[in-house]
């Protein structure tokens, strides 16, 4: 089983200002057709969770290019260039390589000053 | 509209049996694959197996297997996840979610998710 290693567990940012989340695998997330296969989903408070990043690069339809995924191997980055209120929540990684089964990252819990 | 509606929250006692739902509407329910996440209270989110409803084809997480019953009915869009025997520590969250992002033949990830269905189990 593949396991996933989110850092930090917990950010404080001031909005406008720039967050960056890494989840690390304990093998590598490349496909041998080249992709990645690393998503990464945003829960916020009291809802469901939504996707944000497919492919470790791809922004999934309607979610603001504030939000950028990058990585490769065992390294991927969230990273949300001016974060806004509505940014609130936990964001986690979920790994599609190996399956059964996909796991999660434990997340983390952003908050905004 | 794309959705997933899942049915109400449940208040059980250990040892009763459950079944939960997840209807899909707005997309081809038999041709997507869907996913359960269970959620136990103030943790995260936890893999627990997905069902093709086209063809019936169940994968489970090793944690999960045996535990729990995934399965299907394309003809009515709904997908189930059921319980013989409830244990206190079922007690959580669970979602479905629809396997919608698919890359050379090769699902992704998870595109639509339904609000969550919660369940209590207590004595």
């Known amino acids: 089983e593949i396991v996933m290693t989110q850092s930090p567990l917990s950010l404080s940012v001031t909005p406008g200002e720039p967050a960056s989340i890494s989840c690390r695998s304990s093998?590598?997330?490349?496909?041998?057709?080249?992709?990645?296969?690393l998503g990464w989903y945003l829960q916020k408070p009291g809802q469901a969770p939504q996707l944000l990043i497919y492919l470790g690069s791809n922004r999934a339809s309607g979610v603001p290019d504030r939000f950028s995924g990058s990585g490769s191997g065992t390294d991927f980055t969230l990273k949300i260039s001016r974060v806004e209120a509505e940014d609130v929540g936990v964001y986690y990684c979920?790994?599609?390589?190996?399956?059964?089964?996909?796991?999660f990252g434990q997340g983390t819990k952003v908050e905004v000053k | 509209e794309v959705q997933l509606v899942q049915s109400g929250a449940e208040v059980k006692k250990p040892g009763e049996s459950l079944k939960i739902s997840c209807k899909g509407s707005g997309y081809d329910f038999a041709t997507y694959w869907i996913g359960w996440v269970r959620q136990m209270p103030g943790k995260g989110l936890e893999w627990m197996g997905i069902i093709y409803p086209g063809d019936s084809d169940t994968r489970y997480s090793p944690s999960f297997e045996g535990q729990v019953t995934i399965s299907a009915d394309k003809s009515i869009t709904t997908a189930y996840l059921q319980w013989t025997s409830l244990k206190a520590s079922d007690t959580a969250v669970y979602y479905c979610?629809?396997?919608?992002?698919?890359?050379?033949?090769?699902?992704?990830?998870?595109?639509?998710w339904g609000h969550g269905t919660m369940v209590t189990v207590s004595s």
């Open positions: 979920l790994q599609g390589l190996q399956t059964p089964p996909w796991t």
């Open positions: 093998q590598s997330l490349r496909h041998r057709n080249g992709y990645h296969y």
């Open positions: 979610a629809r396997g919608g992002v698919v890359v050379a033949e090769t699902l992704t990830a998870f595109d639509i």
